[in-house]
């Protein structure tokens, strides 16, 4: 690699460690911030909803906007916003100012999440993606797996808002390395800001829908409602432009389209089963918070020792293959979780074998979802690819909520485990639909 590739991997894999980090730290101190701000615990979780909700509503604008503008211009302003609002969130002395902050951070995020990985694919060329793919899954994984204890560690020396400090100068050397990645002016293609208008409404009802489905299933309905009635619309226009923001012409491959319902519901099962691991913990075998955080550590710290091997495999062996063999290993180990209900020792591998399911079909699918997509609209399948993991991680957390609210916890939990596997198995079928003309890793490289 020369010094130029290498000083844009980096700035690529900085920005994405910095929105890992800020999400899994903020997670575990939103006790404390709930205490320090005097917000309940239910009105808490706003600070992370608020910071999803951009997510949804930015992901494809900032791909489609990426277009006209360029990828690097794009990815530079997203992590400069994200960093700028992170100080933000540090300086805010209200909870109402917090949730702004945490709302522009994820339009920050979102820019980096949507191009990240194209820019990765300019920066190494089509051939080496699939090697590049496993190095930002093992950033990830990493990341995701020493969040807490970062977090935990800032919050025992310092009150909050250093955690959000902590942001700056991984922000600011991110900013300083993006210099190296490849400069573009764009396609010359025309933004569509009704698109963008429509697209963040139908996210936005769609995503309250969710929020809301248990709490006030009334009020659920007509946001549904009126969130389809945007997506609609959205789709009318979008079907016959040239470069959609709502990528239709991505969709209609069917090796494309398989491989992002696939994402979609292996999320789903990864959400779920994460989410209802520390209540089986700490609800049913009464463990603490320490053996919690241990058992929770292998899943991600697994999904990273995976990647490097996944990349390999993909480069030989058919991606079809490898990802329905993953989400298989995912889903037996959920049904082995539901089933045996065993204590936090066979627990802890359990979620080791789940983390290597998961690392084996992640890099590979990811892998084919870039490369089935054409060279120029590949801010637009990063943005397909955000937008799968987010829907799949946000359904994952409504399946939990609402399991949790139709019956008491420990009683539900074998059963949160059992619908976790079954969307894995899920995960699979679509995968091994690939099979029939999904060519190898090489192959895949020329078409």
Known sequence: MTGREVAGTIAVLLAMALVVLDAGITNVALPTISAALHVSPATIV?????????????????AHVAGRYGSRRLFVLGVSIFTAASLAAALASSFPALVVARFVQ???????????????????GRDRLGAAIGWNALNVAICAAAAPAIGAFVLAAASWPALFLLNLPVGMLAFAAA???????????RADPRSIVFHAAAAALLFLALENLVAIPFAAALLAFAGAACL???????????????PLDLMGDRSLRLAVSASMLCFVAQSA??????????????????????????????????????AKLAERVSTATLCASGTLILSAALLAIAALQPGPVVLAFYATVC???????????????????????????GGIQGTARLTGQTAGGVIVSL????????GTLPCIFFLAALFSLAAALFSLRQ?????????LCDA
């Not at 099979?435 to 192959?443: D, I, V």
Request: glycine residues 10%; contains cysteine; positive net charge.
């Open 46 to 62: 706003l600070v992370t909803s608020s910071y999803q909700l951009a997510l949804l509503m930015a992901l494809l604008p900032a």
């Open 106 to 124: 994820g339009i920050g995020g979102a820019a980096v999440m949507a191009l990240g990985i194209p820019l990765l694919r300019s920066v190494l």
């Open 179 to 189: 210099s190296a990645l490849p400069a573009d002016s764009g396609r010359g293609t």
């Open 232 to 246: 609609g619309f959205l789709v009318r226009r979008n079907r016959f432009r040239a470069a959609p923001l709502l």
């Open 273 to 310: 089963g994460l989410l209802a691991l520390p209540f089986y913990l700490q609800n049913t075998l009464r463990q603490n918070a320490v053996v919690t955080g241990q058992v929770l550590a292998c899943w991600p710290l697994t999904v990273a020792l995976t990647s490097r091997l996944a």
């Open 355 to 381: 983390g290597a399911g998961f690392g084996l079909f992640q890099i590979p699918n990811n892998r084919n979802l870039f490369l089935l997509a054409p060279e120029d609209r590949g801010e637009a399948a």
């Open 403 to 410: 399991t949790f609210t139709l019956s008491p916890p420990i």
């Open 435 to 443: 099979l029939s003309h999904a060519p190898r890793g090489p192959a």
